[in-house]
Every structure is written in structure tokens, then in C-alpha cells.
Nanobody
Framework: QVQLVESGGGLVQAGGSLRLSCAVSGSIFSINIMGWYRQAPGKQRELVAVVTSDGSTVYADSVKGRFAISRDNAKNTVYLQMNSLETEDTDVYYC????????????????WGKGTLVTVSS
């Protein structure tokens, strides 16, 4: 069974930094895309940053230049370094493992973590 466990959320003052981690465990053959999304109450979940298996990245415009995503394929772990945090970054952050296969002939599936709360105070 595949599980995603996020860590690193918390309370930080505006201008500060946090580093989120998401470890994917279970029977894993490959993961195409790993990424972070965020969601505020009553709003749609939105992309923050994703990274492909070959290291290509995509960022939301609102975080470009402040956030950096990286992944360790050997550990099936994705990281999000968040710098220069703003109060608008306050949200629950969700990790996603996209296009995950548990075997070479298995179906591609998407998995989500349970989320970690990031609160940025002014």
C-alpha cells in the first residue's frame, strides 16, 4: 500500500523560511511527477510546484523565485524549500505522487498526502 507522509509545516513569521518534506513509501516501481499543492478553506486546490523524474520543474507564478522544489528519487522523497514567506502563503500544503506505478506493467495512479498546515504570521 502506498503512503505519503508530509512533514515540515508550522508557524513562521513573514519573511521566514520553511522546508516541507514528503516521503512516499510502499511498493513503488516509479513515480512520474511529484509535487506540492495548497488549498485554503473554501477554495480549490492549486498547484504550487511539481518536479518530474528527470528534474524538470514547474512553479506557480506566485511562488517563483521564492520556493524551490527538489526530489530524491532513491528515497522517493520530494522537498519544498519555501523562502521569503508571505501571509498569503498560509494554507494546507498537500503532497502528490503522480503517475505512480507499483510494477512495470501496473496502471499509473495518483496519490495524495493528508496535508500539512503552513501558517505565516505578519
Amino acid at each position: 500500500q502506498v503512503q505519503l507522509v508530509e512533514s515540515g509545516g508550522g508557524l513562521v513569521q513573514a519573511g521566514g523560511s520553511l522546508r516541507l518534506s514528503c516521503a512516499v513509501s510502499g511498493s513503488i516501481f516509479s513515480i512520474n511527477i511529484m509535487g506540492w499543492y495548497r488549498q485554503a478553506p473554501g477554495k480549490q486546490r492549486e498547484l504550487v510546484a511539481v518536479v518530474t523524474s528527470d528534474g524538470s520543474t514547474v512553479y506557480a507564478d506566485s511562488v517563483k523565485g521564492r520556493f524551490a522544489i527538489s526530489r530524491d528519487n532513491a528515497k522517493n522523497t520530494v522537498y519544498l524549500q519555501m523562502n521569503s514567506l508571505e501571509t498569503e502563503d498560509t494554507d494546507v500544503y498537500y503532497c502528490k505522487a503522480g503517475g505512480l506505478r507499483v510494477g512495470p506493467l501496473s496502471t499509473f495512479m495518483d496519490y495524495w498526502g493528508k496535508g500539512t498546515l503552513v501558517t505565516v504570521s505578519s
